[in-house]
T-cell receptor, first 111, second 116 residues
């Protein structure tokens, strides 16, 4: 089955700096890669996703890049703000099948 | 749309008791997922359904856990008997599913279960 690894497990950045979280996957059939943000005590919420026919996708301060050859994808958050502090999960799936989640990255943005 | 609805939001019970968690997926979604989240093990998929049929239950920890989806708008996760190690947050998620080639999962608010 699919195996998703996520790094780093914790990340601290100064407000205004950029944050990058990286994930690798093992199954070349995976074609959908969502990112979820989970604030303390809340549900995971989708913040951005990318499909395998696209190399990069951007939504305001967040962007995701995908390298199918190397089987890795990354989340980039620019101009970080304290409200970006949360746990971020990556996932990989093959259309219609289950998600394989990474182990999460706890991001702290220091004011 | 109200989103995925779960009940109860919090459950405190004693070891050995039966626990039933409930989920109402987003209307029109064909796939439903049950997850368990703990600090130690992260987010684990327990079971998922497609068109009310269980597709993969390999994540169900043991026979004490069972899940049903009697219709497209309701699912239950039952633990009988419950044990302290079952204490966790249980999330239900739904997605439009294969039929629409859309697989984004939307999570419910979760049920925080504490087994004493």
């Amino acid at each position: 089955g699919e195996n998703v690894e996520q790094h780093p497990s914790t990340l601290s950045v100064q407000e205004g700096d950029s944050a990058v979280i990286k994930c690798t996957y093992s199954d070349s059939a995976s074609n959908y890669f969502p990112w979820y943000k989970q604030e303390l005590g809340k549900r995971p919420q989708l913040i951005i996703d990318i499909r395998s026919n696209v190399g990069e996708k951007k939504d305001q301060r967040i962007a995701v890049t995908l390298n199918k050859t190397a089987k890795h994808f990354s989340l980039h958050i620019t101009e970080t703000q304290p409200e970006d502090s949360a746990v971020y999960f990556c996932a990989a799936s093959h259309t219609g099948n289950q998600f394989y989640f990474g182990t999460g990255t706890s991001l702290t943005v220091i004011p | 749309d109200a989103g995925v609805i779960q009940s109860p939001r919090h459950e405190v019970t004693e070891m050995g008791q039966e626990v039933t968690l409930r989920c109402k997926p987003i209307s029109g979604h064909n796939s439903l997922f049950w997850y368990r989240q703990t600090m130690m093990r992260g987010l684990e998929l327990l079971i998922y359904f497609n068109n009310n049929v269980p597709i993969d239950d390999s994540g169900m920890p043991e026979d004490r856990f069972s899940a049903k989806m009697p219709n497209a708008s309701f699912s239950t996760l039952k633990i009988q008997p419950s044990e302290p190690r079952d204490s966790a947050v249980y999330f239900c998620a739904s997605s439009p599913g294969l039929a629409r080639e859309e697989d984004t999962q939307y999570f419910g608010p979760g049920t925080r279960l504490t087994v004493l």
